[in-house]
């Protein structure tokens, strides 16, 4: 049923019981030989490919025509890339880089682009993918950042869950605040507004913060977690927490206290500035199409949230980038509003160094003999707090897909299989990241693509017109279907 119902998802919005065993308290992933040296077992059949050839056959022979046909991307996947990894039982199964990691540029000289529609041209020199390659994880952050580092001082005692968050950050009581916690923020169930182009008035985090603390709640959101709103600002707030609590900018703090400890080498916030350079890094978009589409109601409205009270600033705005972003951040309120640095995007890191921390994870806060954190905060923060599939069901009465969260993590999502359950946690993000794991089948699944640089979609239901939802979403073709053949190739 759920495959089914993430299959339909996937073509209409473009937005994936068996062996078990407990995560061991010091377990570390290792590197199989060969990506088809697992045993190939799948309802007790042999399969007549490896799994390497599986996946080399879906991207070089499936992906293509599916994204054309069924996404509406008219290159298909030429320009894109991807790096996937799965690990099992600690063990490294499969990882390989498919594709480029840099292919477009923009003509802002040619005929008719713009910033909300920029002519794509091929780079003279396309850049392959690596497994070294870092990705822009957009939303991932939320929970690779920003969660992790509330998890770190929730176990060090240094907060709860049910603080409010105005004990920290003063002045946020403003505007009926006053009673938003920790928790609340952490489940999007704040009643705090889900998007604002905050780049239009801040060019820094402390007028970030000064903006967050004059929101207005919104009337219509239920804060008792069985209608959670997804919220960029619920997760921007988590991060200046962090900030008033630890008296570090958080990419300081999460980078002394998770990265630097487990040995991920490869996971910074502004990489450009510590150490990388872009040949070392995917591109993302050419500019901001997509958010000023967003902000421009005059001419593209009904993309994203409603920004009418922006039209001034929107008007008055010249910081618009017009040049392929490598290494830096595509959100533009963590890469123009807040310099990079934000509690809900800003974060770059390689497939590898996710697994290393999603493996500590599945290990209960431990690995390669550092500890992060008790089992019991792990078990704390990927619970489901909300009750979102409890209070919606379908025209047949069905749960409808899961919209629940445990502290960040989001839980049972379609994207993430159709044997996932409630335990399964992860997250994705818009740059078209995402990444889970399994505690039941001590799985993990890792695919991070650069779906930006596929182009722009045009729309498979209005007649062949350009869709307003241009960039959704490559990751119902690439994540959920090469997660399935893994899955699929390991009876899980």
């Given at each position: 049923?759920?495959?089914?119902?993430?299959?339909?998802?996937?073509?209409?919005?473009?937005?994936?019981?068996?062996?078990?065993?407990?995560?061991?308290?010091?377990?570390?992933?290792?590197?199989?030989?060969?990506?088809?040296?697992?045993?190939?077992?799948?309802?007790?059949?042999?399969?007549?490919?490896?799994?390497?050839?599986?996946?080399?056959?879906?991207?070089?022979?499936?992906?293509?025509?599916?994204?054309?046909?069924?996404?509406?991307?008219?290159?298909?996947?030429?320009?894109?890339?991807?790096?996937?990894?799965?690990?099992?039982?600690?063990?490294t199964?499969?990882?390989?880089?498919?594709?480029?990691?840099?292919?477009?540029d923009?003509?802002?000289?040619?005929?008719?682009?713009?910033?909300?529609?920029p002519?794509?041209?091929?780079?003279?020199n396309?850049?392959?993918?690596?497994?070294?390659?870092?990705?822009?994880?957009?939303?991932?952050?939320?929970?690779?950042?920003?969660?992790?580092?509330?998890?770190?001082?929730?176990?060090?005692?240094?907060?709860?869950?049910?603080?409010?968050?105005?004990?920290?950050?003063?002045?946020?009581?403003?505007?009926?605040?006053?009673?938003?916690?920790?928790a609340?923020?952490?489940?999007?169930?704040?009643?705090?507004?889900?998007?604002?182009?905050?780049?239009?008035?801040?060019?820094?985090k402390?007028?970030?913060?000064?903006?967050?603390?004059?929101?207005?709640?919104?009337?219509?959101?239920?804060?008792?977690?069985?209608?959670?709103?997804?919220?960029?600002?619920?997760?921007?707030?988590?991060?200046?927490?962090?900030e008033?609590?630890?008296?570090?900018?958080?990419?300081?703090?999460?980078?002394?206290?998770?990265?630097?400890?487990?040995?991920?080498?490869?996971?910074?916030?502004?990489?450009?500035?510590?150490?990388?350079?872009q040949?070392?890094?995917?591109?993302?978009?050419?500019?901001?199409?997509?958010?000023?589409?967003?902000?421009?109601?005059?001419?593209?409205?009904?993309?994203?949230?409603?920004?009418?009270?922006d039209?001034?600033?929107?008007?008055?705005?010249?910081?618009?980038r017009?040049?392929?972003?490598?290494?830096?951040?595509?959100?533009?309120?963590?890469?123009?509003?807040?310099?990079?640095?934000?509690?809900?995007?800003?974060?770059?890191?390689?497939?590898k160094?996710?697994?290393?921390?999603?493996?500590?994870?599945?290990?209960?806060?431990?690995?390669?003999?550092?500890?992060?954190?008790?089992?019991?905060?792990?078990?704390?923060?990927t619970?489901?707090?909300?009750?979102?599939?409890?209070?919606?069901?379908?025209?047949?009465?069905?749960?409808?897909?899961?919209?629940?969260?445990?502290?960040?993590?989001k839980?049972?999502?379609?994207?993430?299989?159709?044997?996932?359950?409630?335990?399964?946690?992860?997250?994705?993000?818009?740059?078209?990241?995402?990444v889970?794991?399994?505690?039941?089948?001590?799985?993990?699944?890792?695919?991070?693509?650069?779906?930006?640089?596929?182009?722009?979609?045009?729309?498979?239901?209005?007649?062949?017109?350009?869709?307003?939802?241009?960039?959704?979403?490559?990751?119902?073709w690439?994540?959920?279907?090469?997660?399935?053949?893994?899955?699929?190739?390991?009876?899980?």
């Amino acid at each position: 049923m759920k495959k089914a119902i993430a299959l339909l998802l996937a073509f209409c919005m473009l937005a994936t019981t068996g062996c078990t065993s407990s995560p061991a308290s010091s377990s570390t992933p290792e590197t199989s030989s060969t990506a088809s040296s697992a045993s190939p077992q799948a309802g007790g059949q042999t399969e007549e490919l490896g799994l390497e050839e599986q996946m080399d056959a879906f991207w070089n022979e499936e992906l293509d025509t599916r994204l054309k046909e069924e996404a509406g991307y008219p290159n298909g996947s030429e320009g894109m890339g991807a790096v996937v990894l799965a690990i099992k039982d600690g063990k490294t199964i499969f990882e390989k880089a498919y594709g480029y990691a840099h292919y477009y540029d923009a003509d802002y000289e040619a005929e008719g682009s713009t910033y909300a529609n920029p002519v794509y041209v091929k780079t003279e020199n396309p850049r392959e993918m690596t497994t070294d390659t870092l990705f822009d994880l957009a939303s991932v952050t939320k929970v690779m950042a920003t969660t992790q580092s509330i998890m770190i001082l929730v176990d060090q005692g240094e907060l709860s869950v049910d603080d409010k968050v105005a004990d920290y950050l003063p002045g946020f009581e403003a505007n009926g605040k006053g009673d938003i916690t920790i928790a609340q923020l952490l489940t999007h169930s704040s009643g705090l507004p889900q998007w604002e182009a905050t780049f239009l008035y801040c060019d820094s985090k402390e007028e970030q913060l000064e903006y967050i603390k004059n929101l207005e709640l919104d009337p219509t959101f239920k804060t008792d977690g069985s209608e959670p709103k997804y919220s960029d600002f619920s997760f921007m707030t988590l991060g200046f927490v962090v900030e008033a609590i630890t008296g570090q900018d958080m990419d300081v703090f999460v980078k002394e206290n998770v990265y630097k400890p487990l040995g991920m080498d490869s996971t910074t916030y502004k990489p450009l500035e510590n150490g990388f350079t872009q040949d070392q890094i995917a591109a993302t978009s050419l500019g901001n199409p997509y958010e000023y589409r967003m902000v421009d109601e005059a001419n593209w409205p009904g993309c994203g949230y409603d920004c009418t009270k922006d039209a001034q600033a929107f008007e008055d705005f010249t910081g618009w980038r017009d040049y392929t972003l490598i290494g830096e951040v595509n959100d533009g309120n963590a890469g123009m509003g807040g310099k990079g640095v934000a509690g809900h995007a800003g974060l770059f890191s390689t497939a590898k160094d996710l697994g290393i921390l999603l493996q500590c994870m599945l290990n209960g806060g431990e690995y390669n003999g550092v500890r992060l954190y008790s089992s019991e905060t792990v078990e704390l923060f990927t619970t489901r707090h909300t009750t979102y599939q409890e209070n919606h069901t379908d025209d047949q009465g069905n749960p409808v897909l899961s919209e629940d969260f445990g502290y960040g993590f989001k839980l049972d999502q379609s994207w993430m299989g159709e044997s996932a359950s409630q335990k399964v946690f992860g997250h994705d993000g818009f740059t078209g990241t995402t990444v889970f794991a399994d505690p039941d089948n001590d799985y993990i699944f890792i695919c991070l693509t650069n779906k930006m640089q596929a182009g722009f979609r045009q729309s498979t239901t209005n007649g062949g017109a350009e869709d307003v939802s241009n960039y959704y979403n490559t990751n119902s073709w690439v994540s959920l279907n090469m997660n399935q053949i893994v899955k699929d190739y390991l009876g899980i």
